[in-house]
């Protein structure tokens, strides 16, 4: 009971935060801000049955997202017919070649050759693979990427709805955690950490450079959306009319409606995971995924595969973060590969975890909530409190403009003094996790 | 005459800059391999602390420059590079103090060591976007060239040349200079044998009567040295941006660990083995080959193993190597 109404009363409190928002600045602020709780919550949870089902240390978070990202700009955008015809095959080609390099790969890696064959054909295969990747690909992707670099220059997508690639986000994820995961699970916690977080920078580099996918730097704008647009509301009479009647203004109804179906379409995802990662939790599965995290010896001396188990819940928790990526894609209505910043994707998600209380998916939905509310609210806070503390200085001392120009920043102080407060005087977080 | 050519060029493209990345690599790589050996933890904010110094010493060398304060041919950043040192290894106590100290006490597991650090590196990034602000700042006020390629090619008559830059020369020296005194300082001096004692053995340290406490807070004022000695050296040579040092980290963790965490020497080979094959692997060798090879096998492409954009997934590709096939790094450190 005890527990209920805590939970209860901390959910409430956070009900109240998003109301006073949407009284003192205005609903369509607090819904915003709602709606990234709500990714933020997604993505906390996907942390959480890492981190906090099996204590698996995973630093490679905005990789994930931003493969998440990918996949909404290769579902949803309209295929560019020109450059497919230009470098379509080439392309083509090139992935057949990679992927016929990895299954030869595999067949020698798992053939009864001798140590000394293997030692040679593994590096031939690699640069026979990278030789003709160079040979084929370079010529096409450079005939890719001149097509009109302004507007294009990219192969698109299959322009399917973007709803179907928050699916195709998280399997991209799960394949490519699959294979970090074979390479880097063995490893203790901290080489771990270490690895996840070299991965997520290669792949944010690959889509920073590779133009060709992803347009790079220059960004992806314009992805459909799954909900109507604004303008379209504001045109159709039925909208008008409503609006009329209830004597609501038109342009911010029509907004808040937007903001409004978003908010369904993410709360269906959010409670779907939520209530089967409760059921997982609850099941012998998940009393298992503890029993290895709490002592790993011992369960594999009950005959748990705990290599296995742990691949398991890498896969499981990395697809979760690319599909909050593939939302969060699809909220934004652009990708750009440039905003994807360890600070921000990273260890923000971390810390919602660990402030909501690892291994407790109720402590990641409200870590969720309440460290983004925080991460957002932290600007506006940040500039009162350096005006209030440099209003003895005069209008224009330099240092106070530096500082007020700066204010926005205190947003890392703030999350880096409340991980460690957090870390230091209740470890176990909000809801601290259950027997 | 050819062969000259071509080893001037991989020396003004590869060696030097090489070189000069290695140095700031390894002396990053130490301090992340010391808190290792002593505190037993991978510390997430050594590149924050890097940035930290330098900020620091930015911030002196503007106040000394408005006070026409300069030291001649060279940057200077150089003469303030003391104070911000001692700054660095005050917030390195602080940190210590207030952090990881209780920790420490409390015998905690590892990895809530790494959150913590995780913490301290969340604050330190809000506190120098705070003070300093996100923007660039070029503070190399110095003599750029010692010679550059132009005086080179007029005095050797080659077709080719090679430039070397006062920063790179101030980088590689002091390199030098400061592991040779780190190396001395552990293998001869007292201090540094009960810190090599306390690594190796903690309990039978604390036997033979050394300080804990002394120990440690000697390791993060030691480590916050040696990071802003690599902060500054790092913005002399390039450029000052507080965005660059989370992505540093990459490569510094490399280095300590493809040498061995937790061994110095492998820390500082560690750091040139990654600078180099950073640039190894994405150096266009198509005019080095031009020289070398007959005229009829000149190359046409590029002879580009990896585009320059991919320098960082070198060390990360390293990385993973290593941890496969040899965990211990190359000296043989400690595993984690």
């Known amino acids: ?435 | 005459m050819d062969f000259l050519n071509a080893l001037a060029l991989i020396t003004n493209y590869i060696l030097l800059p090489g070189f000069t990345y290695g140095s700031q690599l390894a002396l990053g790589a130490l301090g992340v391999t010391l808190i290792y050996a002593v505190l037993r933890f991978s510390n997430f904010a050594h590149g924050e602390l890097m940035s930290f110094g330098a900020m620091i010493c930015i911030l002196f060398t503007w106040l000394g420059q408005s006070y026409g304060i300069n030291f001649g041919i060279l940057p200077t950043a150089l003469i303030f590079l003391p104070i911000a040192i001692g700054f660095t290894a005050l917030y390195c106590f602080f940190i210590e103090k207030f952090v990881f100290a209780y920790y420490r006490r409390k015998k905690s597991d590892p990895i809530i060591f790494l959150i913590a650090s995780i913490g301290v590196m969340f604050f330190t990034a809000g506190l120098i976007r705070f003070i300093i602000g996100p923007s660039d700042q070029n503070f190399n006020d110095g003599v750029r060239f010692i010679f550059n390629v132009r005086e080179f090619k007029a005095f050797t008559g080659l077709d080719e040349g090679f430039g070397l830059k006062t920063s790179q020369a101030i980088t590689i020296l002091t390199t030098i200079i400061l592991c040779s005194i780190l190396f001395v300082f552990l293998n001869k001096t007292r201090t540094g044998k009960s810190m090599r004692a306390f690594s190796d053995n903690e309990d039978l340290a604390l036997l033979s009567g050394i300080d804990p406490n002394k120990v440690v807070l000697l390791t993060w004022v030691i480590a916050g040295g040696l990071a802003t000695f690599a902060g500054v050296l790092y913005g002399l040579d390039k450029i000052y941006k507080p965005f660059i040092f989370l992505q540093m980290l990459l490569p510094i963790f490399s280095a300590a660990i493809v040498g061995g965490v937790g061994n110095p020497i492998g820390a500082v080979v560690g750091g040139y083995v990654i600078a180099l094959s950073e640039l190894f692997v994405t150096f266009a060798y198509r005019k080095v080959l031009a020289y070398l090879l007959p005229e009829s096998m000149e190359p046409s492409g590029m002879m580009q193993f990896l585009s320059t954009d991919y320098k960082f997934a070198v060390s990360f590709i390293i990385l993973v190597i290593v941890l496969i096939v040899r965990p211990t790094g190359i000296f043989r450190g400690q595993t984690i």
């Open chain 1, 1 to 435: 009971m005890n527990d209920v109404l805590r939970r209860s009363l901390v959910f409430s409190t956070f009900a109240v935060a998003i109301v006073f928002i949407g009284f003192l600045q205005s609903w369509n602020v607090a819904l915003g801000i709602f709606n990234l709780c709500l990714i933020s919550a997604t993505m906390a949870l996907g942390v959480n049955i890492q981190l906090g089902y099996a204590g698996i240390f995973n630093a490679g978070v905005m990789g994930f997202a931003a493969l998440g990202g990918l996949s909404a700009v290769i579902i949803s955008y309209k295929p560019v017919s020109e450059t497919i015809s230009l470098g379509g095959l080439g392309i083509l080609i090139c992935i057949l070649i990679l992927l016929l390099g990895s299954v030869l790969g595999v067949i020698v890696y798992k053939s009864n050759l001798s140590q000394a064959y293997k030692k040679i054909l593994f590096p031939l295969i690699i640069i026979v693979v990278l030789l003709l990747l160079n040979l084929i690909g370079a010529p096409a992707v450079e005939r890719i990427e001149a097509f009109e670099p302004a507007a294009s220059g990219f192969l698109g997508g299959f322009g399917l709805p973007i709803i179907l690639s928050w699916i195709v986000g998280g399997v991209i994820a799960g394949l490519v955690a699959y294979l970090i995961g074979k390479i880097t699970l063995g490893l203790r916690s901290d080489y771990l950490a270490i690895a996840t977080l070299g991965i997520a920078e290669v792949i944010i580099y690959i889509l920073k450079n590779e133009d060709w996918l992803t347009r790079g730097v220059k960004n992806v704008n314009g992805l459909p959306r799954p909900v109507p647009y604004e303008i379209d509301l504001q045109e159709s009479t039925w909208f008008i009319e409503l609006c009329q009647n209830f004597g609501f203004p038109l342009v911010e109804t029509s907004s808040i409606v937007v903001k409004l179906s978003y908010c369904f379409l993410f709360s269906i995802v959010v409670l779907t995971l939520f209530i089967l990662s409760e059921v997982a939790l609850k099941s012998p599965w998940g009393r298992m995924m503890r029993a290895i995290r709490d002592n790993e010896i011992s369960a594999r001396a009950m005959g748990k595969n705990v290599k296995a188990r742990h691949l398991e819940i890498f896969i499981l928790g990395s697809a979760i973060i690319g599909l909050a990526g593939a939302m969060l894609t699809t909220l934004e209505g652009q990708f750009t590969p440039t905003t994807y910043q360890p600070l921000r994707f990273t260890f923000t998600v971390w810390v919602m975890v660990i402030i909501g209380g690892t291994g407790n998916n109720y402590g990641s939905l409200i870590g969720g909530f309440l460290v983004w509310f925080l991460w957002v609210e932290a600007e506006p806070l940040g500039l009162y409190l350096v005006e209030l503390i440099t209003s003895p200085l005069s209008e224009t001392n330099p240092l106070r403009i530096q500082l007020i120009t700066n204010a926005a920043h205190m947003r890392y102080m703030m999350m880096g003094l409340l991980l460690l407060l957090v870390l230091r005087f209740a470890p176990k977080g909000i809801f601290p996790e259950g027997r």
